[in-house]
């Protein structure tokens, strides 16, 4: 498929490349795995480790989807907060998810096991849009700080300049256990050694429907072929409802937009520390330094699937508040995709019998995901406990139905979006 989105920065720079090959032989396995992103991955590297034979289906080619697109920051936790985490959910549970969602950084150590070039640099500012934030960052900071010995910098926003030239935050917090980098590099990084391992990946083949049995093994009926499993992993995320239209109903897409510029002169000036930013709006922006010094700059978000017509020009007024010294540069690349969101803003993570999925990372995915299709393989060979912290989190159909679901949900995020423009 052509996708008119995908004029991306990653995809005309990625330094892994691999050519596509359909499936030879046989095509009965232990895994079957649907989604060549981040959790597909991860989830058929990790069952290969674990000497089950893999088959990973993509229907376009790997990394197509958010994985290849995102704006490549590594930040640890969920999108709720710590504190929020454990108000809700006790202290011995909070302390599971943040041993599994702050502490495990599964991304660093696929990256370091394996030697995937993918530019990975450190830091990570979240800046605050008013004073009110900057009050709320400081007091999640002391949490983490106090009750898990998480350490990040609290900075004034006097001491703002130490990491982004520009006039329009309260304050931040600046996180050195986080970081960015390149996905799409990232993720053909994984796999190259998902096939080292022994999965086969097939890409440009759609799956149909999966067809489950009573006695727990499963078919996908793909585009070309029927391909027989004793497990099916469901990774396709923004497109789950395609393969299982109950499982689409816990999501809404929502449409993000990515620019980058041209080599900047002045690049080190606008981020002095390289750390990539996200601001605390709830339609924010966030962006981060390219290896071969572009700013990289997601902003704006759209409710409706068709794209803009300009996407450089879609986010160019984003960028130019932010950076109003650059206002003018030279965009080269601009792309977007759908990043997909649940009603709790949890990712939601389960099984049906012997079928996994886990999707609805809400923005907050770059980690979890790999982390995600880890525990997916861990629940498969036998050893459940960790993946269960994960599919425990609450979740819940977003309501309307077929037809209402989307244009629901729509109005409610139009609302936040209006917050943040009235202060």
Known sequence: MTDPLNHSYYAATAHERRPQRDIEGDLECDVAVIGGGFTGLSAALACAERGFSVILIEREHIGFGASGRNGGQLIPGLRWTASELEEEFGRERADVLFDLCWRDNRVKARIAKHGIDCDLKAGHLEAAWTPKDFGAMRREAEFLENRFGYRSEIVAKADMGAHIASPLYY????????????????????AKAAEAAGVRIWEGEPVRRIVAFSDGSSELVTERAIV????????TDSWIGDVEPDLGRYTVPIMNYNIATEPLA???????????????????????????????????????????R???AFVRPFMAEVFPQIADARIDYGWGGAVTVTRNRLPHVGRDGNIFYAHGFSGHGALVTTLAGELIAEAMAGTA???DVLANLPSKPFPGGQWLRRPLATLGLLWYALRDRLG
């Not at 080190?268 to 930013?277: G, I, R």
């Open 228 to 235: 027989g499993a004793r497990y099916v992993i469901d990774a």
């Open 171 to 190: 304050g931040g917090v600046h996180d050195p256990q986080a970081g960015h980098f390149h996905p799409l590099t990232y993720a053909l990084g994984l």
């Open 266 to 308: 002045n690049a080190d000036t606008l981020l002095p520390s390289d750390a990539a930013v996200a601001d605390s709006r709830f339609v924010l922006n966030y962006f981060r330094l390219s290896v071969d010094k572009r700013l990289i700059f997601g902003g704006g978000e759209r409710y409706s699937q068709t794209p803009p």
């Open 385 to 387: 406990e960790r993946f």
């Open 310 to 312: 300009d996407i450089a």
